[in-house]
């Protein structure tokens, strides 16, 4: 059986490979987020809340993360994809799937528009620019408040079932499979994303964009490409939300949006493809829970609980986690979570 | 019409003034020590509050209360350096974001507990209401007090930058921190310094914000946005450049809403994304 | 064997009827509002109403115990109001929902309520349509129009003939421009100009130069409550707005205590219309005013007693139906129904489910040596203009 060091490889290719393969872990965490189905019943619009947050993280990941992008504003493209999914419908279109599709599309041209601005610029100039722009799209739905029906919120969004077959009920079972669904499609195109020569490219420019210049690797296409994927799943994630809760208002463009993404992607762990997947789902049932105990005060107990990840987990929930793991006891304990599991065909566990 | 323009050049500039004194602390320390501090409106928000408690509560002037919130702030500044930010000086952008918005949470939240979520009033005396006439321009009392305020503390920034040993470190940090710690300047010594004055301003600048934005738990979040804009534009670590761009901002925001009220809530936010296009580094930044 | 089993049968069926009998025997309410964020104190005051009403009825309607579970919206969320009022329905088993502070919030909410056939209380939310969203919903607190286009008819009855409007601007505050410029025009006055200023705007120096410029002989601004009210006074002194010549006409929250205190002076003449306001001089308010005081230490405002009578309608509704929370039985309980609350008389309209009640216009005056609100007109049995012009459905 061959280890899983890092050291030695014969190529970017292998290395490649390596990375690509699944781990037990992650086909356990999958396999999990079926859980509510059985064990929560009750709380499956929340378990859809979830998940759409989740891939709205996963998309902030993919140029955080990756690319080295700090955004205050990607809020901007989800709002962007709710909206155009909620005015497909109102206007007579309820389709859910095709509305979907078009919303992220949606979403990702307007991506393709900033990116040319948003590749020339870094830091702080750069932060600042993705608040400016996503706080003037806020502004722009606020004041279009016939198109959008302002802060009252679009009205008249009514969505057809699913595939012709499944209601979006008050249960959220519909809710939670849909959105579930898509999670794991984009989840799996991400995935690849990185893990491709393309991926690695992007992390390149995270580290060092002007080296990568110097070997010759043009940043800004990627840039601009990684920015516009991002953007389209973010719309996506954007659209879920008005479908499955049949209501939009300027609330999924605001700056509130945005930093709780940003904190929740944090909170997880940036760069790890997993850690806005497990930001979002720590953070918001901690939010519920909080919330849930003392409506009034439980900003406290969740400013409590990021000083506290910050202080004693550097990097995250997961950096954290992975830390641990690299001991000597981890590795003992969990180090066959790290390995892809027995019974995947030998040519998919890479020799 | 000329007495219009005046009049708008007159209340932007005094607004500016205010989003001086509330982001000078955060452009020093950002460009000092590149911690990103995004509580630094917590400290502002403190202030406001021993304002409000001392004249309420002790029946204080305002103007008495204004060194006492200072104080405050920058003390309170002092005991989460040393207890919590320090350890992070090194850490990443994100963390330091994270720790950050942590801790204005948790003040937002005791500070509902403390005063609960109502609107805190403040009587200024009576020589600060009312307005004068000059040249038909009505220049409110208040706000050219703000004005005049603010320009001292300008000068006496300046000052101590430009002509103190203690400046002269502070500068030096701000250009090269490694350099600087090569000289065997003592740069942790002088942020933690600087640090306190930036906060101890931002104290201030929420009690003399009170009056004219009102003050709430959520002040905290609610003008870290405008906070960032000005540092951003400025430059870091410049306070000329805070300077300029708090002026630049606060008369643009003025002039947007009385020329062109339609769209004047975008012209913050378009002229703070064209600055920076033309200038990423801000106005009199140096590094990008 | 076989009688154990027949006994242990009947005992399980025993025991689940006393259990399902002892649950019959609470109403739960489902409350959800904004307790933290920039609404936290709508919110808290509409609480303090609602817990208030509790402390003095005792929290037994109808042989029934009455347990709220509160739930925080946050703000302006309405996937999470949906989701709240579903969970409250759904996983906790509430039999009806109340509180809504902002109105898509509501909104969201209602059409749970219609889906899930739930009673549905909204305690604030003041844009017209709410009430339509849900049949099962009755709404205690005021509508825009109700209150604004009263104040445009009483403008123009007072003499004024040129107005000019500055609201805020989104939804509540083009509601409250539409609707006063409607009855202004209406009653034959003009209007030569108008504005919305940013709804997070800070300062009013420029928009008020900008009225002050046109010489209207009225002002009407729409504001919410919050620091801008406060801000607003100060910057009419400053200007030098001359109130003898151009009145100062608003809702309600222009005037409202912590703007009072914030503007001084600054707010004599100011003269506002609303449905509510803690210096009502009648036996009942004075006494919902000292209670209010006595136990939350601050006066009572429109979220207040729009829990207060949120809550008077559910316990009377409950009495009527001796208990039975379906929501068919509920709402035809609730319609019609008719009380004296610490604001004077209000009903809740049969067909339209709404509040009908009386619209105060106040004048700000000094008495002993504080600034209220001192009324001095009304226009009674105001109903929503808005609904009442709509198509019957």
């Not at chain 1, 065909?345 to 020799?351: E, N, T």
């Not at chain 2, 870290?224 to 708090?246: Q, R």
């Not at chain 3, 003939?161 to 209406?186: C, I, M, N």
């Amino acid at each position: 059986m061959s280890t899983a060091s890092a050291s030695g490889f014969a190529g970017p290719q292998q290395y490649l490979e390596q990375q690509a393969r699944w781990r037990t872990v992650e086909i356990v965490f999958w396999l999990c987020t079926l859980l509510p189905f059985v064990v929560a019943p009750n709380y499956l619009q929340l378990a859809s809340q979830i998940a759409i947050t989740a891939l709205f993280a996963l998309s902030l990941d993919l140029i955080l993360g990756y690319a080295g992008i700090v955004s205050l504003g990607h809020a901007a493209f989800f709002g962007f994809g709710a909206y155009t999914a909620g005015l497909l419908s109102k206007h007579g279109w309820g389709e859910p799937l095709t509305g979907l599709l078009l919303s992220g599309l949606a979403a990702g041209l307007l991506g393709y528009a900033v990116s040319f601005i948003i590749a020339r610029f870094r830091h702080l100039a750069l932060i600042m620019i993705t608040l400016g722009f996503g706080l003037l799209l806020l502004e722009l739905a606020n004041s279009a408040s016939g198109l959008t029906g302002g802060a009252d919120g679009l009205q008249g969004v009514k969505m057809w079932p699913l595939l012709g077959l499944f209601k979006f009920d008050l249960w959220g079972v519909t809710a939670y499979w849909y959105s579930l669904i898509a999670l794991f499609v984009l989840f799996l195109v991400s995935r690849r994303l990185i893990n491709s020569p393309f991926g690695l490219s992007l992390r390149g420019i995270r580290e060092n964009a002007v080296r990568m210049r110097a070997i010759g690797a043009e940043s800004r296409p990627h840039i601009r490409t990684i920015y516009t994927i991002s953007a389209a799943i973010a719309g996506v994630a954007g659209a879920i939300l008005t479908q499955t809760t049949e209501t939009v208002s300027l609330g999924v463009l605001s700056f509130e949006r945005s930093a709780d993404v940003l904190v929740m992607l944090i909170l997880g762990g940036a760069g790890r493809l997993y850690g806005g997947l497990i930001g979002a789902i720590i953070f918001m049932i901690a939010r519920d829970w909080f919330s849930g105990v003392n409506p009034q005060y439980w900003y406290l107990p969740i400013g409590v609980l990021l000083i506290a990840v910050v202080l004693f987990l550097p990097n995250g929930i997961l950096g954290g986690v992975s830390q641990l793991v690299n001991t000597e006891r981890g590795q003992r304990w969990f180090g066959w979570l790290t390995l892809p599991p027995a019974w995947l065909p030998s040519w998919r566990r890479g020799a | 019409m000329l007495t219009s323009l005046a009049g708008v050049l007159f209340d932007g500039f005094a607004y500016g003034m205010l989003l001086f004194l509330l982001s000078v602390g955060l452009s020093v320390t950002l460009g000092m020590m590149n911690f990103v501090n995004l509580a630094h409106c917590t400290f502002a928000m403190i202030g406001g509050y021993v304002t409000v408690t001392l004249i309420n509560q002790a029946g204080w002037p305002f103007l008495a209360t204004l060194p006492v919130s200072f104080v405050a702030a920058a003390a309170i500044s002092v005991v989460f350096e040393r207890t919590m930010f320090n350890r992070l000086y090194r850490a990443s952008d994100l963390d330091q974001c994270l720790l950050t918005i942590g801790l204005v949470f948790v003040s937002v939240a005791v500070a509902a507990l403390i005063y609960s979520t109502v609107q805190q009033p403040v009587q200024l005396p009576s020589y600060l209401r009312g307005s004068f006439q000059v040249g038909g321009v009505t220049l409110g009392a208040y706000r050219l007090f703000l004005i005049v305020f603010a320009l001292v503390v300008t000068a006496a920034l300046v000052i101590a930058l430009e002509y103190t040993r203690f400046g002269a470190q502070v500068r030096a940090a701000v250009d090269n921190q490694r350099m600087a710690r090569g000289l065997g300047i003592n740069v942790d010594g002088a942020f933690a310094i600087t640090f306190a004055l930036g906060s101890g301003l931002a104290g201030l600048g929420g009690s003399l914000a009170i009056d004219i934005v009102g003050l709430d738990p959520s002040f905290a979040l609610a003008f870290l946005v405008y906070v960032l804009i000005v540092v951003s534009v400025g430059g870091l670590g410049s306070i000329g450049g805070t300077f300029a761009a708090a002026v630049l901002l606060g008369i643009s925001d003025m002039a947007g809403k009385y020329y062109f009220p339609e769209i004047g809530s975008f012209m913050i936010y378009l002229v703070m994304i064209s600055l920076l296009m033309w200038r990423p580094a801000g106005i009199f930044g140096r590094r990008v | 064997m076989q009688r154990a089993m027949t006994g242990l049968a009947i005992a399980t069926a025993a025991l689940l009827a006393a259990t399902s009998a002892y649950a019959q025997g609470t109403v739960k309410i489902g409350v959800i509002m904004s307790y933290s964020g920039q609404f936290a104190d709508p919110g808290s005051q509409i609480d303090n109403g609602i817990k208030l009403y509790m402390k003095e009825h005792g929290d037994t309607v109808a042989g029934k115990k009455i347990e709220l579970i509160r739930k925080d919206n946050g703000g302006v969320a309405p996937d999470v109001a949906k989701r709240l009022a579903q969970e409250l329905i759904v996983r906790d088993k509430v039999d009806m929902i109340a509180g809504f502070d902002l109105t898509p919030n509501a909104l969201a909410a209602a059409d749970v309520s219609a889906q899930a056939k739930k009673f549905m209380v909204n305690m604030n939310a003041a844009t017209s349509i709410i009430t339509t969203k849900s049949p099962y919903m009755v709404r205690t607190s005021f509508t825009v129009p109700q209150v604004n286009e009263a104040l445009g008819t009483w403008a123009y009855k007072s003499g004024a003939r040129k107005a000019y409007t500055l609201v805020s601007d989104f939804s509540p505050g083009h509601d409250g421009e539409g609707a006063f410029q409607r009855a202004f025009k209406e009653a034959g006055g003009e209007i030569i100009g108008s504005a919305r200023y940013p709804v997070a705007n800070q300062d009013f120096t420029a928009f008020l130069q900008r009225a002050k410029d046109l010489s209207p002989d009225v002002l009407y601004i729409w504001v919410p409550g919050g620091p801008q009210p406060a801000a607003i006074g100060k910057a009419v002194a400053e200007r030098g707005i001359d109130l003898k010549k151009t009145k100062v006409l608003g809702q309600g929250e222009l005037t409202f205590d912590e703007a009072l205190k914030g503007m001084g002076d600054a707010g004599l003449g100011f003269i506002t219309a609303f449905h509510y306001d803690h210096n009502h001089q009648s036996a009942k308010n004075r006494k919902f005013v000292a209670d209010y005081n006595a136990e939350f230490k601050r006066n009572p405002d429109m979220f207040s007693v729009g829990g207060y009578d949120g809550m008077h309608a559910i316990y009377e509704a409950l009495k009527k139906t001796n208990g039975n929370t379906d929501g068919d039985a509920l709402i035809a309980a609730a319609k019609g129904l008719k009380w004296e609350s610490p604001r004077g008389p209000m009903s809740l309209d049969p067909e339209t489910r709404d509040v009908v009640q009386t619209v105060y216009i106040r004048r700000v005056e000094k008495v002993n040596g504080q600034l209220v609100n001192v009324e001095f007109d009304k226009l009674e049995n105001m109903k929503d203009p808005f609904k009442a012009r709509m198509p019957k459905q």
